[in-house]
């Protein structure tokens, strides 16, 4: 089952925060997070394979907490090239590592 | 340079006219899938591949078939293509199945189906 990404879409002044979060119906064995800019290929952030676990990418850092089954990605002093679709992508426990289902997306603009 | 490769990058073919999408990655890795993405629905699952000769069925595999002859290798297939295949299509590649690493997408190849 897809998760559910919040908020849809989100827009920033270059230097604010942004927190979007990733949410699930099922038990989660693992989450990712990826970027994709416009008319590009998704690229890989990072993973989340255990619960409470944090992880950061520069200025980007995400968490997983694995009882409420929701992630959330944190953008810090947002950069202009931070614009771009995030997706987070979960796998349940049932699927054994072979099936990445992915959110919608959080379109996320940041302006000068 | 690693990269997974994807062929055509643009298509438009008519309806019934089978066509193959070609995926190549030089990573050496096991796991490979597809993905189509499709306005407002985000990236959906169409097949994926644990490993050479191990193939599964995603979330939409009407109508698309794959193969996994070689490791490198993992071709999409449209027996007869219909308009509602009109999308985005991207193979991605990981080191191994059990979703601990990261995926490597293509560049996509956008579709249209008349």
């Known amino acids: 089952q897809q998760p559910v990404q919040s908020p849809q879409a989100v827009i920033l002044r270059e230097g604010e925060d942004a927190v979007i979060n990733c949410s699930s119906s099922k038990a989660l064995y693992s989450v990712h997070w990826y970027r994709q800019k416009h008319g590009e290929a998704p690229v890989f952030l990072m993973i989340l394979l255990k619960g409470g676990e944090q992880k950061g990418h520069e200025k980007i850092s995400a968490s997983f907490n694995e009882k409420k089954q929701q992630s959330s990605l944190y953008l810090t002093a947002s950069q202009l090239s931070y614009s771009g679709t995030y997706f987070c992508g979960t796998e349940g426990r049932e699927t054994s590592g072979s099936r990445l289902t992915f959110g919608e997306g959080t379109q996320l603009t940041v302006n000068p | 340079e690693a990269q997974v490769t994807q062929n055509p990058r643009y298509l438009i073919t008519v309806t019934g006219k089978k066509l193959t999408v070609t995926c190549s990655q030089n990573m050496n890795h096991e796991y490979m899938s597809w993905y189509r993405q499709d306005p407002g629905l985000g990236l959906r699952q169409i097949y994926y591949?644990?490993?050479?000769?191990?193939?599964d069925k995603g979330d939409v595999p009407e109508g698309y078939k794959v193969s996994r002859k070689e490791k490198r290798n993992f071709p999409l297939i449209l027996e007869s293509p219909s308009p509602n295949q009109t999308s985005l299509y991207f193979c991605a590649s990981s080191l191994s199945g059990g979703n601990r690493y990261g995926y490597t997408f293509g560049s996509g190849t956008r579709l249209t189906v008349v």
């Open positions: 591949s644990m490993n050479v000769e191990v193939t």
